[in-house]
């Protein structure tokens, strides 16, 4: 009989730390008040937190600008805070989801302090830069954020890469000792005894900036089998999520291979961009094709069921391991609504019961 995974059999809560709970009465949501919440959270029946960002970070872009891997921003509370939710967590059977930034840091983190101190330094090659003059980019490749992708620092005569703010300056993963530090983080927290991590904007860290290659880099899956090697499976059955915003049905299938030499899902935004114009930016938006957004979604759900639930949502993941019926064998709409109506039913009263629960 086959040995189904936790996390295809469970609900995962997302938790925003800063507007979830606040204990010490500073007006922001705390690793304490998550932990205040514990008894109720597990009455709702969740089997996991995915927790947004809690490193120290300056909060540039609210805390996916990571200062210290290793440690708590002090607005959430301390590294012993954290210890403690997930001690207390995992008595109730819940299991804590971190989520990590692999692709960039701060610029405020020890790493990049020192690499821009000159060219010679041993952390200069932690990021990614380029010779030029003032003014003139290597290229015109664009920050997700807006403007160039480059950034000049004059004490160096140089430009760093930063695909989003320029106070995220982007790791520079050819680089081994880079690959070797972030293993090294990630097996802290396995130690510490985190459950999975969501890692953002994964499907960057293979980038090519001169080719002005950004997502599905040639060696984006050589890196991330590497990661998930020394890192993932060494542990007992993490939950693994990539964001992949470039990641087709397709694609998405080589991050999830069931042979767990990847992640265990990724979210996949086939349909985000669906409203955007050919070759702009993400905000010069054209009216929505209704007939591509139905083209669209359906493919993501035949994917699915090839790939036993591991692509897609946790809705059509939880339909697959629980449906004994086998509604979801065949391809059509109507058996797939089959398999659906009990799940959303169950939502349906789960949701009822969440609307008149006290907090108080």
């Not at 609900?11 to 998550?34: A, E, M």
């Not at 293993?183 to 499907?203: A, E, H, P, S």
């Not at 293979?206 to 993932?232: A, V």
């Amino acid at each position: 009989m086959e040995n189904k995974k936790w996390w295809k059999e469970t609900v995962v809560y997302q938790i925003y730390p800063r507007s979830f709970q606040d204990r010490n009465g500073d007006g922001i949501g705390d690793l304490k008040g998550i932990v205040s919440r514990l008894d109720y959270l597990q009455e709702l029946g969740i089997g996991a937190i995915w927790l947004s960002p809690v490193c120290k970070s300056p909060q540039d872009d609210y805390g996916y600008d990571i200062s210290d891997y290793q440690d708590i921003d002090p607005m959430f509370g301390s590294l012993e805070d954290m210890e403690t939710l997930i001690l207390e967590a995992k008595k109730r059977d819940i299991r804590i989801i971190m989520d990590l930034v692999l692709n960039h840091t701060s610029d405020e983190h020890p790493w990049f302090q020192e690499a821009k101190k000159g060219k010679d330094n041993p952390y200069h090659d932690y990021y990614v830069w380029r010779d030029g003059v003032e003014g003139t980019p290597p290229n015109d490749l664009g920050s997700t954020f807006g403007g160039s992708a480059w950034e000049w620092v004059p004490e160096i005569g140089q430009y760093y890469l930063h695909l989003f703010s320029i106070k995220q300056p982007d790791l520079n993963w050819e680089n081994p000792k880079v690959r070797q530090e972030i293993y090294n983080m990630i097996n802290w927290w396995i130690d510490k005894g985190v459950g999975g991590f969501r890692l953002d904007v994964i499907d960057l860290i293979g980038k090519e900036p001169d080719s002005k290659i950004t997502g599905n880099g040639p060696n984006l899956h050589q890196y991330i089998r590497e990661l998930s090697k020394e890192t993932f499976q060494k542990a007992e059955d993490l939950l693994t999520v990539g964001e992949t915003w470039g990641a087709t049905p397709e694609i998405a299938k080589l991050y999830s291979n069931p042979d767990g030499s990847e992640f265990s899902m990724v979210f996949q935004f086939e349909h985000i961009s669906l409203d955007e114009q050919e070759g702009k930016g993400k905000w010069d938006l054209k009216p929505l094709d209704v007939m591509a957004l139905k083209k669209c979604c359906p493919s993501g759900k035949r994917s699915s069921k090839v790939m036993l639930g591991t692509v897609c949502s946790g809705t059509t993941m939880t339909c697959l391991e629980s449906c004994h019926v086998g509604e979801m064998m065949e391809n059509s709409e109507l058996n797939q609504l089959k398999c659906w109506l009990p799940f959303f039913m169950a939502c349906k009263v789960h949701l009822t019961y969440i609307r008149v629960k006290s907090w108080v």
